[in-house]
C-alpha cells in the first residue's frame, strides 16, 4: 500500500498499560510528534485512532508507543487462533485486576482495623501490620511503581507518580519510625486521626494509609475497568451478531461453509429460528423476520421473494432462500459496528479541555505537596507537613477528570446502538444541543413513501374499482399497485386472465382495455379528456374536493362516460404527529420540505401538526432550503431518506438517515437510524443531549472535587487514607453516573 492511499484510512491501535488519562495525553503526544501523524487517544476505549498517518505502518506506530512507555497491538495481533477476538484481553486483565484486589483486601483490612481501633493494638501489633503491608505495598501497588518509574525514565509523571509517590513516602516514613525511632517498641500505641496533627515523627507510622491507599486505589480501578467492559457490551453484541457457518447452495447442493467462503450472488438457506447469515433479497419463501437485535423494532416484518433482508437478524417461521447482495465488510452489520466504534473512539470538543487540564495537573500538584510540605516544615511538626503533603499527592489524582466524557460516550453510543440508534461521533453531541430548527422530508420520512388507495366515488360501487384493477393489474406502476392492492383488500380476486387482451398503456397519462365487449380507460384527467370521456358536474366535484384533500386522482370511464374517482394518498406514517409534537418540545420548529405540490404538502402538514412548508422543491434545491434556514440564523437539523436528500443532510448542522433509506443518505448524515420511524430521531436528539448532560455532570463534580480537596488536604483537614478513598470515590461517581445511560427509555408509540 502506498503512502498516499494509507494516508486516508484510519488506522486503530489497542494501548495497553494506561492508567489514566494523562498516560493517554503522552501517548498522543508521542504519536502526533511524528511528521504528517494525526491521532487520538481515548482512555475509555483503551484505543489510539490514527487518522492521518503519513508515511508510516502500524509497526512504526507502535515502536512510538512502546518507546513511550506503553504496549499498542492491532487488533489482528490480538485476534487468537480459533477467531476470539480482543474483547476477551479485557476480561483477562479484569480477572487478575480482581484477584490482586481480593488478596491486597484480605491482607490490609487487618492493618486498617488495628490503625483505627487503638482498644485492639496488642503488643507488637505494629509489627504485624509491617508484615501484611510489605506484600500490598510490593506486589499490591507493583503496577503504580512500575508505571511511575518508566515515566520517571521518560520525564514525564501520571496518577500512577502521584500514587507512588504517596504510598512509598508513608511506607519509607513508617520505616524509619519502626526501626530507628519509638515506634517499634512493645505497647507503643497511637490513635487514628482525621486530621493531621502535631506529634513526635519518629513514634508515629502510617502503614494503614499504604495499604488502605494501595486498596481503594486497586477498588477504583477494578470497578473503573468492569464499567468499561460493561459498556462495551453493545459493540461486543453487535460483533457477536453474525454467523458463522452457512448453508449455501452450489450445483444444487446445500453445502455447509464458513460464513467468510460466501460470496456476492451466491445463495443460502436460512431454516425457521436461524440468523439470516448476511444481506440478500429473497429469492423463494415467505417469512416474518425479526429485526429487534439491529433496529429496536418489536414487531417481525413480513418479507417474501424480492424482499430485501439483513443479516444477523432472525427468521421466525418460514425457510427462505436468500441471494446474498453484500458480505463480510460491506453488509449493514459490518457498517453500523465501524460507525460505533469510530463514535466511541472520537472525543467530545468538551473533552479536549479535559485532556489538556489533566496533561499538566500531576506536575501541579506533585509542586503544591513540595510546598506544603516546606511551608508545614516551617510553621509546624515534621509529622504534619509529611500527612499533609502525601494527602495531596493521593487526593489530587485526575482519574475522574480523564474518565468524564469518555464512559458517557461510550455507554451513550452503546445504548443508542441497542436502540438502532448510531451517532457517528462525538462532536455530534454538541450539534443537538444547539439545533432549533428540524427540516422533515415528506416522501418516506413523514409518510410511508407507499401510495394507497384512501377514496373511492362512487364510495359502495365495487363495479368501478374493480373494473380499474382490472386494468392497472398489468402495469407496474406505484398509482397501478395501489389499485390492485385495494381491490384484494376487499376481496377482488384478479388473475392475468382477466387483463384486457388490447391493455394498452399510456406513461404519464394513463391505461386503457376492453373488458366485457366495453372499452374502459383509468388515468388522469388530461389523459381521459383526451381519449374524448365526458366528465359529469358530479364527478368535477368529487375530483375538486379530492384534490383540497392532497389526493391523486384516477378517473375510470366505462365507454365514454366517466363513472367514478378514486383517491391516492402516499399514507402518514403512524407515530409521525407524536414525533412532531415531541420535537416542538425539544424545542424544535419543525419544517416539511417537499418536491410535491403545495396541496399535498398542507394535507399531510395539517395531518402531522407542521404549520411551515416548503413545497415543489426539486432534489437539487433541497440543499439551498437549509442554507437559507441557516442563513437565517436557525441550526438546522435535516431528516431525510433518499439520495436526494443526501446534499441537505451534509449541509445542515445535523443530518440524520432514516435506516430505510438509501447508503449515500446515511454516508452523508451525522446520526443513521436503523428504525423507519421518526420517533428513532426524537429519541436520537434526546439520548444525545441526555449524554451531553451526563458528560457535563461528570467534569462539573470531578472539576470541583479537585478544586476543594486539595486546599482541604492542603490544610491538613485529610488523613491520606481517607484522601485515598475519596479519590477512589470519585472515579466510581464519575463511572456510576455514566452507566445511568444504560437506562435510557426510547419514546413508546401511542398508536
Known amino acids: 500500500m502506498d503512502s498516499s492511499s494509507r494516508s486516508h484510512e484510519c488506522l486503530e491501535l489497542i494501548i495497553g498499560g494506561m492508567s489514566c488519562a494523562a498516560c493517554a495525553a503522552h501517548v498522543e503526544k508521542a504519536l502526533n510528534k511524528m511528521p504528517g501523524v494525526n491521532a487520538t ?35 489482528g495481533d490480538l485476534d487468537s487462533e480459533d477467531g476470539s477476538q480482543n474483547s476477551d484481553t479485557g476480561i483477562g486483565e479484569l480477572i487478575g485486576l480482581r484477584r490482586r484486589l481480593i488478596i491486597c483486601a484480605i491482607l490490609a483490612a487487618p492493618v486498617i482495623t488495628l490503625a483505627m481501633i487503638p482498644p485492639l493494638q496488642f503488643p507488637y501489633w505494629q509489627w504485624l501490620s509491617l508484615v501484611l503491608t510489605i506484600p500490598v505495598v510490593v506486589w499490591g501497588a507493583y503496577p503504580f511503581h512500575r508505571a511511575a518509574f518508566l515515566n520517571a525514565r521518560r520525564a514525564t509523571t501520571t496518577m500512577d507518580t502521584l500514587i507512588s509517590l504517596g504510598t512509598l513516602a508513608a511506607f519509607i516514613w513508617s520505616l524509619y519510625a519502626l526501626f530507628f ?35 481503594f486505589i486497586l477498588g477504583g480501578r477494578y470497578f473503573e475497568k468492569r464499567a468499561k467492559v460493561r459498556a462495551g457490551d453493545a459493540l461486543r453484541a453487535l460483533a457477536e451478531m453474525g454467523v458463522q457457518e452457512v448453508t449455501a447452495l452450489r450445483a444444487g447442493q446445500e453445502v455447509q461453509i464458513p460464513i467468510g467462503q460466501l460470496v456476492e450472488g451466491e445463495e443460502f438457506i436460512t431454516l425457521p429460528g436461524e440468523k439470516i447469515a448476511t444481506d440478500g433479497v429473497v429469492v423463494s419463501g415467505i417469512s416474518a423476520v425479526d429485526n429487534s437485535l439491529l433496529t429496536g423494532e418489536s414487531v417481525p416484518v413480513e418479507v417474501g421473494t424480492g424482499d430485501q433482508v439483513t443479516g444477523a437478524t432472525i427468521n421466525t417461521y418460514g425457510r427462505l432462500i436468500v441471494r446474498a447482495t453484500r458480505v463480510g465488510s460491506r453488509t449493514q452489520l459490518a457498517q453500523i459496528t465501524r460507525l460505533v466504534e ?8 468538551i473533552q479536549r479541555l479535559a485532556d489538556r487540564i489533566s496533561a499538566v495537573f500531576v506536575p501541579f500538584v506533585i509542586v503544591i505537596s513540595a510546598l506544603t510540605l516546606v511551608i508545614h516544615l516551617f510553621i509546624g511538626t515534621p509529622v504534619t507537613a509529611f500527612t499533609c503533603a502525601v494527602a495531596v499527592l493521593i487526593i489530587a489524582c485526575p482519574c475522574a477528570l ?11 453510543t452503546g445504548r443508542g446502538a441497542n436502540l438502532g440508534i448510531l451517532i457517528k461521533g462525538a462532536e455530534i453531541l454538541e450539534s443537538t444541543r444547539k439545533i432549533d430548527t428540524v427540516i422533515l422530508d415528506k416522501t418516506g420520512t413523514v409518510t410511508t413513501g407507499n401510495m394507497e388507495l384512501v377514496s373511492v366515488f362512487p364510495p359502495d360501487d365495487l363495479g368501478v374499482l374493480k373494473a380499474a384493477a382490472s386494468l392497472e393489474s398489468g ?23 382477466q387483463v384486457p387482451a388490447d391493455f394498452q398503456s399510456y406513461p404519464g397519462g394513463g391505461v386503457s382495455g376492453t373488458r366485457d365487449g366495453q372499452q374502459v380507460l383509468a388515468g388522469n384527467r388530461k389523459f381521459i379528456c383526451e381519449q374524448g370521456a365526458v366528465i359529469s358536474s ?6 375538486t374536493e379530492y384534490t383540497r384533500r392532497g389526493e391523486t386522482i384516477v378517473l375510470v370511464a366505462l365507454g365514454n362516460q366517466v363513472k367514478g374517482v378514486l383517491g391516492i394518498a402516499d399514507q402518514v406514517k403512524e407515530t409521525s404527529a407524536q414525533a412532531i409534537s415531541l420535537f416542538k418540545e425539544l424545542g424544535l420548529t419543525p419544517v416539511l420540505l417537499t418536491g410535491d405540490t403545495e396541496n399535498v404538502a398542507r394535507q399531510v402538514g395539517q395531518q402531522v401538526g407542521i404549520k411551515e412548508i416548503i413545497a415543489e422543491v426539486k432534489p437539487k434545491d433541497k440543499v439551498v432550503a437549509v442554507f437559507r434556514k441557516q442563513g437565517r440564523g436557525a441550526t438546522v437539523a435535516m431528516i431525510g431518506d433518499g439520495v436526494n436528500d443526501a446534499a441537505a443532510l451534509a449541509q445542515a448542522d445535523l443530518g440524520i438517515a432514516m435506516g430505510n433509506g438509501t447508503d449515500v443518505a446515511m454516508q452523508a448524515a451525522d446520526i443513521t437510524l436503523m428504525r423507519p420511524d421518526l420517533l428513532a430521531a426524537v429519541d436520537a436528539i434526546r ?12 467534569l462539573f463534580w470531578a472539576f470541583a472535587y479537585n478544586v476543594a480537596a486539595i486546599p482541604l488536604a492542603a490544610l491538613g483537614l485529610l488523613n491520606p487514607m481517607l484522601a485515598g478513598a475519596a479519590m477512589a470515590c470519585s472515579s466510581a461517581f464519575v463511572v456510576g453516573n455514566s452507566l445511568r445511560l444504560r437506562s435510557f427509555k426510547p419514546v413508546k408509540s401511542l398508536s
Do not use: W
Not at 502535631?198 to 494509609?209: F, K, R, T
Open 41 to 75: 487517544v481515548n482512555y475509555a476505549t483503551e484505543k489510539a485512532t490514527i487518522s492521518e498517518s503519513g508515511t508510516f505502518s502500524a509497526k512504526d506506530f507502535i515502536k512510538a508507543v512502546e518507546k513511550a512507555g506503553y504496549s499498542a497491538f492491532t487488533d
Open 181 to 215: 525511632g519509638d515506634a517499634g517498641r512493645v505497647g507503643m500505641t497511637h490513635d487514628f486521626q482525621l486530621l493531621a496533627r502535631p506529634g513526635d515523627a519518629a513514634s508515629h507510622i502510617y502503614l494503614e494509609v499504604c495499604s488502605g491507599v494501595t486498596l
Open 342 to 349: 469510530q463514535a466511541q473512539a472520537g472525543k467530545a470538543p
Open 402 to 412: 480523564g474518565l468524564a466524557t469518555p464512559t458517557a460516550l461510550l455507554v451513550g
Open 475 to 497: 402495469s407496474e406502476h406505484p398509482i397501478a399497485r395501489a389499485v390492485t392492492q385495494a381491490a384484494a383488500s376487499k376481496g377482488i380476486m384478479l388473475t392475468s386472465a
Open 538 to 543: 358530479t364527478i368535477e366535484d368529487v375530483i
Open 687 to 698: 439520548l444525545s443531549r441526555r449524554t451531553l448532560k451526563i458528560i457535563k455532570g461528570n
